[in-house]
């Protein structure tokens, strides 16, 4: 199977603008968790989606937010961008057939914002 | 919510040699605990994971321990290698719940 993907693999934008970054999970997956990883602060849970559903949310404010597609694909929006926002962005995808659900993830979203 | 933390930032082994990264966690309701290799550029790769029924794993080199007791989990990489060197990251979450929560990681240096 292939694995999951991610667009962009890098963004430059300005402060102020916003940003979709796009992620298809592996084939099968209806889970689709988004991460953020920094150097400080590592790597920080964002929102699940499940059956286009945002299952769990972590503690982000609004301008973070995202959707689910019917094909499991998902995007993530970040809006009025800050200088803090430059992080990398990584999408996982999970089957849910069972209660331990390893997550996969993608290359990642390289967003930097000047 | 859920605090992983993870233990030494930074360890440097000789090849060959024995590593050991700890990580304690804070919600007794977590079940799952995976671990993540991330080399540099890469995106993390699950290596290992443990559920709560388990106390020990091992796969080839690697092994997983976990004292639920205490809330804390370790990784062992045992005959270490060059291509060894990496990022670990544990994690943990509820069972059926996807959400992880991450430690900050660990640089692992394998000296030849």
């Known amino acids: 199977k292939a694995g999951v993907t991610q667009t962009p693999r890098y963004l430059i934008k300005t402060r102020g603008q916003q940003v979709t970054l796009s992620c298809s999970p592996i084939?099968?997956?209806?889970?689709v968790s988004w991460y953020q990883q920094t150097p400080g602060q590592g790597l920080q849970f964002l929102f699940e989606?499940?059956?286009?559903?945002?299952?769990n949310k972590g503690n982000f404010p609004g301008r973070f937010s995202g959707r689910q597609f019917s094909n499991s694909r998902s995007e993530m929006n970040v809006s009025t961008l800050e200088l803090g926002d430059s992080a990398l962005y990584l999408c996982?995808?999970?089957?849910?057939?069972?209660?331990?659900?390893?997550?996969?993830f993608g290359p990642g979203t390289r967003l930097t914002v000047l | 919510g859920e605090n992983v933390e993870q233990h030494p930032s930074t360890l440097s082994v000789q090849e060959g040699d024995s590593a050991v990264i700890k990580c304690t966690y804070s919600?007794?309701?977590?079940?799952?605990f995976p671990w993540y290799k991330q080399e540099l550029g890469k995106r993390p790769q699950l290596i290992i994971d443990?559920?709560?029924?388990?106390g020990e794993k091992k796969d080839q080199r690697i092994a997983v321990t976990l004292n639920k007791t205490a809330k804390h989990f370790s990784l062992h990489i045992t005959e270490t290698q060059p291509e060894d060197s990496a990022v670990y990251f544990c994690?943990?979450?509820?069972?059926?719940?996807?959400?992880?929560?991450f430690g900050k990681g660990n640089q692992v240096v394998v000296i030849p």
């Open positions: 996982a995808s999970s089957s849910t057939g069972g209660v331990y659900n390893e997550q996969f």
């Open positions: 084939s099968g997956h209806r889970s």
């Open positions: 989606y499940f059956s286009e559903t945002q299952r």
């Open positions: 919600d007794s309701a977590s079940n799952y």
């Open positions: 443990i559920r709560s029924n388990v």
């Open positions: 994690a943990a979450s509820r069972g059926g719940n996807n959400r992880l929560a």
